[in-house]
Structures are given as structure tokens and as C-alpha cells.
């Protein structure tokens, strides 16, 4: 299909709107004409440093609007950009450069040094280190060549899996699939789409940054964002900026409604939210949903994106259900031999789409086992009602194996989060000499509520004596968190991987 990319789109508008504001960044505004002529002197920049269409520039450094544009400016030479999480040590930063083999690496200041250090390593990966900070001086360069002719089937940026395990993989998205997902958005809602409006909350690293920035302004859409997000800024643009969308992780709203002076704010504006990544409190939801807002579940990951979020008819009478898919993306469930589902059946999530990652980067094995039969096979656990909504039940993974009984993670989480007092929770397995592994609940929320005894004596209320957890930690603190906002699990194993050694065992 010639022609259906994100560069052609942004061409689009810059042409036939090009005073709106497609970019707001901390107040600093870029309209759609002075967008796409920047992004052109950076694409120029980038082919005068000996960049050629499908080769790699990788990027590390925080969010900044000179961080979007030279993501934006990447794709319009052809080139893929490949943000790299700006947490990296230089020991991770040289296995994604072995990984990327990037042709530039770009560098905001603060990481200038670690990415020095990555390369002074030496390996297959490497590059010329150009300052991230050179792109905001390219603004107000001559006219540029045109744009790179992109085809549908070009890669278009590369985004790392979490790191949460193993090792790294780049998950890959087209010029199409990237646009075929801004599409299928903005047809079924159209708040997400021409003259809509987002506030951003992602890092460029992880695909709720950079595949929603290609995504919003392949539509026509404004983009408001911030380098760091603020529960008081963030509420403050909803409503002063009347933002029509709002895509983030569960702990982002948390944070809103906590706020005092959410009680007081117009939020009519905001058409469509998607929440994803945690359990939704019931009780976030009516607060939201008393200002006319409805939290919609969704279901996604890395090589999917956001997938689809509830419809009208279940988003509020049955919360804890994502979509049935959309326009162009489909759900299934498969059974342990491979086998369709049925309805009701739990089993693995699969996921079919025009809008699904290419596969990953420079690693054909793991594409082919991953992506099989047109579907994608998440690892994760689900279910589908008669009317195709899907419920995520839990990360394969992540089910507990007690002697020879499965134990779902978020079924005793979900009972665990139901007492007065919790936060947060997260249940892990846990060593045990007689049954293999035994579940271990650490809690996050009002120590001066809680006790390990009375949240084992609240689950014994609940659930079968096999899935009690045999120890609870209590945490202080919040737990720890991934750059997408979700629950690092991995930092919480590795803290508690000797869990037995020094806590109690409660049963």
C-alpha cells in the first residue's frame, strides 16, 4: 500500500493544518508547517553525518522537545530510531548498542559520560556520540531536501523490551503498523484523532512515548507534554487545556485523584481515558466517573501497544474486562496444545492486528516464536466472554506452581488490595522446600493498618487454603516501578529472592 506511512501523514498536515499546534512542551509550542520544516533539517543533519535510510540512531537522554524531534527527524530521513531507556548503566548501554549496532548514538548531556563509557567497552556496536542538545540549533537552518519516500513495510523505531528479565529485546514498528494503529484509534474514537488532544505521559524509550507521538501526530492531533509527570501539572492541563485524551498507567489517575483540588476539576473535556498496567480500585472509578469520565481497562504490551479498552457496555458494569479487540485487531485465547479457546476457557492471550510490531530486531528465532500463524502470543493468561471481551488474568509467568497446583498472582493480589489500608501489592513465588514454590505477598500502604497475620487471616476468608500466602512483607514505601509506570516485579524478586531466610512464615 504506497504511501500509508507516518511520514506521509505528517507531510499531510503540515500542509493542511499548519498553524495547530501539534507539539506543546512545557509550554514551548511547534505548529504542524514549523514541525514537519525542523524534523526536515534534522532528517538533512542526520544524511550530512553519513545516516542512510534503515540504518540505526540510538537515543538516550530524558524527554525533551529536541528528544521528539530528533525521533521525528530519524523517520523522515528513513533511518529507525532506537530510544534507549536514559537509566541504562553503561554495561546495559553496551549490550543495547551490541543488539542495535546504531550507526549515531545521541546523547542528552547528563548521559554523555555513561555513553562514553559504553563504548570505550568496545563490541559490534558503536558509532560517532553526537549531543542530543545539536538538534534545537538545527531549527533555523536553509531549507532542507524533501523527506525520505518511506514505504509501509519500513521499520520505523525500534523500542527495548521492559528489561524487567532476561535479555534485551527490540520490539519493531513499520511505517504501516505504526499508522494502521494511529487509524484504527482515531476511527473508533474520534476524541483520539483530528483536532483531538493528548496529554503525554511516557518516556520516548518505551512504546507509551514514541508510539504515541508517531501515533497522535499521524492523526492531526495536538500533543501536550512534560519531561517528568506531576499529578498537580498534569490536572491542571486537563482542564486549562481542555486535553480530549488521556492514555497512562493506573498509578498516573491514582495520583490525580488524590489530589485536592480534583474535586474541583472540569474534566468534561476528557473523552476518552485508557487505563492499563494494575488492578482499577473501584473506588478510582467512581471518582472519575462522578466527573463524567470512564476509566476503560485496557489490555496491552510492548508488541501490541495499547491493544483496545473497554467498550461502553462493559466499562463500567464490568470494569475489570478490556475490549473485544477494534476495527483491525483481533483476540483469541489458546489452549496448551495450541488449540482456539472457547469462550470462557482461560488460556493464552493472542493477538492479531494490522497495527502488531514487525518482530524483533536482528533476532528471527524469537520473531518465529513469537509471532506464529499471523498471531501474536503474549505469554500472558485470559479469558473471552460470548461477546469477546477480554479479561487478563495473569502473566504465565507469573503463576505459582505449588505442588502441582497453579496459583493465579492476581487472584490473591486482587483479595489482598480489598483491605482497608493497601496500596499497593504484589504477589511472587516464593522458594519452599516442600511444595516447589509458595506464594509471598509484599504489601505497600498504612503500616500503622496493617499486619502480616491479619492480611493471612483476610485471604484465608477468601481463597483456598493452597493459595494463602506463607509470608508477607510490609514496605513502607512505594513500591518499585518501571519507566512505563507498572510494577517492577523483577527489583521485588530480586529483593525477596531469599525471602524464607529472613521472614516469617506465617503457615
Not at 100 to 116: E, H, I, K, S, V
Not at 413 to 431: C, K, R, S, W, Y
Given at each position: 500500500?504506497?504511501?500509508?506511512?507516518?511520514?506521509?501523514?505528517?507531510?499531510?498536515?503540515?500542509?493542511?493544518?499548519?498553524?495547530?499546534?501539534?507539539?506543546?512542551?512545557?509550554?514551548?509550542?511547534?505548529?504542524?508547517?514549523?514541525?514537519?520544516?525542523?524534523?526536515?533539517?534534522?532528517?538533512?543533519?542526520?544524511?550530512?553525518?553519513?545516516?542512510?535510510?534503515?540504518?540505526?540512531?540510538?537515543?538516550?537522554?530524558?524527554?525533551?522537545?529536541?528528544?521528539?524531534?530528533?525521533?521525528?527527524?530519524?523517520?523522515?530521513?528513513?533511518?529507525?530510531?532506537?530510544?534507549?531507556?536514559?537509566?541504562?548503566?553503561?554495561?546495559?548501554?553496551?549490550?543495547?548498542?551490541?543488539?542495535?549496532?546504531?550507526?549515531?548514538?545521541?546523547?542528552d548531556?547528563?548521559?554523555?559520560?555513561?555513553?562514553r563509557?559504553?563504548l570505550?567497552?568496545?563490541?559490534?556496536?558503536?558509532?560517532?556520540?553526537?549531543?542530543?542538545?545539536?538538534?534545537?540549533?538545527?531549527?533555523?537552518?536553509?531549507?532542507?531536501?524533501?523527506?525520505?519516500?518511506?514505504?509501509?513495510?519500513?521499520?520505523?523505531?525500534?523500542?527495548?523490551?521492559?528489561?524487567?528479565?532476561?535479555?534485551?529485546?527490540g520490539?519493531?514498528?513499520?511505517?504501516?503498523?505504526?499508522?494502521?494503529y494511529?487509524?484504527?484509534?482515531?476511527?473508533?474514537?474520534?476524541?483520539?484523532?483530528?483536532?483531538?488532544?493528548?496529554?503525554?505521559?511516557?518516556?520516548?524509550?518505551?512504546?507509551?512515548?514514541?508510539?504515541?507521538?508517531?501515533?497522535?501526530?499521524?492523526?492531526?492531533?495536538?500533543?501536550?507534554?512534560?519531561n517528568?509527570?506531576?499529578?498537580?501539572?498534569?490536572?491542571?492541563?486537563?482542564?486549562?487545556?481542555?486535553?480530549?485524551?488521556?492514555?497512562?498507567?493506573?498509578?498516573?489517575?491514582e495520583?490525580?485523584?488524590?489530589?485536592?483540588?480534583?474535586?474541583?476539576?472540569d474534566?468534561?473535556?476528557?473523552?476518552?481515558?485508557?487505563?492499563?498496567?494494575?488492578?482499577?480500585?473501584?473506588?478510582?472509578?467512581?471518582?472519575?466517573?462522578?466527573k463524567?469520565?470512564?476509566?476503560?481497562?485496557?489490555?496491552?504490551?510492548?508488541?501490541?501497544?495499547?491493544?483496545?479498552?473497554?467498550?461502553?457496555?462493559?466499562?463500567?458494569?464490568?470494569?475489570?474486562?478490556?475490549g473485544?479487540?477494534?476495527?483491525?485487531?483481533?483476540?483469541?485465547?489458546?489452549?496448551?496444545?495450541?488449540?482456539?479457546?472457547?469462550?470462557?476457557?482461560?488460556?493464552?492471550?493472542?493477538v492479531?492486528?494490522?497495527?502488531?510490531?514487525?518482530?524483533?530486531?536482528?533476532?528471527?528465532?524469537?520473531?518465529?516464536?513469537?509471532?506464529?500463524?499471523?498471531?501474536?502470543?503474549t505469554?500472558?493468561?485470559?479469558?473471552?466472554?460470548?461477546?469477546?471481551?477480554?479479561?487478563?488474568?495473569?502473566?504465565?509467568?507469573?503463576?505459582?506452581?505449588?505442588?502441582?497446583?497453579?496459583?493465579?498472582?492476581?487472584?490473591?493480589?486482587?483479595?489482598?488490595?480489598?483491605?482497608?489500608?493497601?496500596?499497593?501489592?504484589?504477589?511472587?513465588?516464593?522458594?519452599?522446600?516442600?511444595?516447589?514454590e509458595?506464594?509471598?505477598?509484599?504489601?505497600?500502604?498504612?503500616?500503622?493498618?496493617?499486619?502480616?497475620?491479619?492480611?493471612?487471616?483476610?485471604?484465608?476468608?477468601?481463597?483456598?487454603?493452597?493459595?494463602?500466602?506463607?509470608?508477607?512483607?510490609?514496605?513502607?514505601?512505594?513500591?518499585?516501578?518501571?519507566?512505563?509506570?507498572?510494577?517492577?516485579?523483577?527489583?521485588?524478586?530480586?529483593?525477596?529472592?531469599?525471602?524464607?531466610?529472613?521472614?516469617?512464615?506465617?503457615?
Amino acid at each position: 500500500m504506497i504511501g500509508f506511512t507516518v511520514s506521509r501523514a505528517l507531510k499531510w498536515w503540515a500542509w493542511d493544518k499548519p498553524d495547530r499546534i501539534a507539539l506543546d512542551y512545557e509550554g514551548e509550542a511547534v505548529g504542524y508547517a514549523d514541525l514537519y520544516a525542523w524534523a526536515l533539517r534534522v532528517a538533512d543533519w542526520l544524511r550530512r553525518k553519513g545516516v542512510r535510510p534503515g540504518d540505526r540512531v540510538m537515543m538516550v537522554g530524558e524527554n525533551s522537545l529536541d528528544y521528539a524531534m530528533l525521533i521525528i527527524g530519524t523517520a523522515l530521513a528513513g533511518a529507525i530510531a532506537a530510544p534507549v531507556t536514559f537509566r541504562s548503566s553503561a554495561r546495559e548501554l553496551r549490550r543495547a548498542l551490541d543488539l542495535l549496532t546504531p550507526c549515531l548514538l545521541m546523547t542528552d548531556a547528563a548521559r554523555a559520560q555513561t555513553a562514553r563509557a559504553a563504548l570505550s567497552e568496545g563490541g559490534n556496536g558503536g558509532g560517532p556520540v553526537e549531543p542530543m542538545e545539536i538538534v534545537r540549533a538545527l531549527r533555523d537552518d536553509p531549507a532542507p531536501p524533501p523527506a525520505y519516500e518511506a514505504r509501509p513495510e519500513d521499520p520505523l523505531f525500534i523500542i527495548g523490551t521492559s528489561g524487567s528479565t532476561g535479555a534485551p529485546k527490540g520490539v519493531v514498528y513499520t511505517q504501516g503498523s505504526t499508522m494502521a494503529y494511529a487509524a484504527e484509534f482515531a476511527i473508533m474514537e474520534p476524541a483520539t484523532g483530528n483536532s483531538g488532544s493528548l496529554l503525554a505521559a511516557g518516556p520516548y524509550s518505551s512504546s507509551s512515548g514514541t508510539l504515541l507521538l508517531f501515533q497522535f501526530l499521524s492523526v492531526g492531533a495536538t500533543i501536550f507534554a512534560e519531561n517528568r509527570f506531576t499529578p498537580e501539572r498534569a490536572l491542571a492541563l486537563l482542564s486549562g487545556k481542555r486535553i480530549t485524551t488521556f492514555l497512562a498507567s493506573t498509578i498516573f489517575f491514582e495520583r490525580l485523584a488524590a489530589l485536592p483540588e480534583f474535586a474541583d476539576a472540569d474534566l468534561s473535556s476528557l473523552k476518552f481515558a485508557q487505563v492499563g498496567g494494575a488492578r482499577v480500585n473501584p473506588a478510582l472509578i467512581a471518582r472519575f466517573q462522578a466527573k463524567g469520565v470512564t476509566l476503560r481497562q485496557a489490555y496491552g504490551c510492548t508488541e501490541a501497544g495499547g491493544a483496545w479498552a473497554a467498550r461502553d457496555e462493559t466499562a463500567l458494569a464490568e470494569p475489570e474486562k478490556c475490549g473485544p479487540g477494534g476495527l483491525f485487531s483481533d483476540y483469541a485465547i489458546a489452549r496448551p496444545d495450541g488449540s482456539l479457546a472457547a469462550p470462557g476457557e482461560p488460556g493464552e492471550i493472542l493477538v492479531r492486528s494490522a497495527a502488531l510490531a514487525a518482530g524483533y530486531w536482528n533476532d528471527p528465532e524469537q520473531t518465529a516464536t513469537t509471532f506464529r500463524d499471523g498471531w501474536l502470543r503474549t505469554g500472558d493468561r485470559g479469558v473471552l466472554d460470548a461477546r469477546g471481551n477480554l479479561t487478563f488474568i495473569d502473566r504465565i509467568k507469573d503463576i505459582i506452581i505449588s505442588g502441582g497446583l497453579n496459583i493465579s498472582a492476581m487472584e490473591v493480589e486482587n483479595t489482598i488490595a480489598q483491605m482497608d489500608g493497601v496500596a499497593e501489592v504484589v504477589v511472587l513465588a516464593a522458594p519452599d522446600a516442600e511444595f516447589g514454590e509458595t506464594p509471598l505477598a509484599v504489601v505497600h500502604g498504612d503500616l500503622g493498618r496493617l499486619d502480616p497475620r491479619a492480611i493471612l487471616a483476610h485471604c484465608r476468608r477468601e481463597l483456598a487454603a493452597y493459595k494463602l500466602p506463607r509470608y508477607v512483607a510490609l514496605e513502607g514505601g512505594p513500591l518499585p516501578r518501571l519507566p512505563s509506570g507498572k510494577i517492577s516485579r523483577a527489583a521485588l524478586r530480586e529483593k525477596y529472592r531469599d525471602a524464607p531466610a529472613f521472614l516469617e512464615r506465617l503457615r
